[in-house]
């Protein structure tokens, strides 16, 4: 069944860098465009940025130079390289394909807290 497990979250100070990762399973990784969505408190989870099966990558304008998307398909993992942290990225981090796979799983997301 399908996997998707977040980790690298945490808490740091405004300025700093976190790299989360996704390792996913249960599904052909390498043939869908995979994508990082964060949900912050009482909001609605949004799509951070999104890398395509040949590597086009986009971000949400709030994150552009900032965070960097990449993946790695012999690893079935997806990264998100965030720099420069703010206190308004504070969030729950989740990965999922692009749209997000029709079964309707999501995993259990990392945490991600910035502030000083």
């Known amino acids: 069944q399908v996997q998707l497990v977040e980790s690298g979250g945490g808490l740091v100070q405004p300025g700093g860098s976190l790299r989360l990762s996704c390792a996913a399973s249960g599904f052909t990784f390498r043939s869908y465009r995979m994508a990082w969505y964060r949900q912050a408190p009482g909001k609605e989870r949004e799509l951070v940025a999104d890398i395509s099966v040949a590597g086009d990558r986009n971000y949400e304008d709030s994150v552009k130079g900032r965070f960097t998307i990449s993946r790695d398909n012999s690893k079935n993992t997806l990264y998100l390289q965030m720099n420069n942290l703010k206190p308004e990225d504070t969030a729950v981090y989740y990965c999922?394909?692009?749209?997000?796979?029709?079964?309707?799983?999501w995993g259990q997301g990392t945490q991600v807290t910035v502030s000083s």
């Open positions: 999922n394909a692009d749209p997000p796979l029709p079964t309707g799983y």
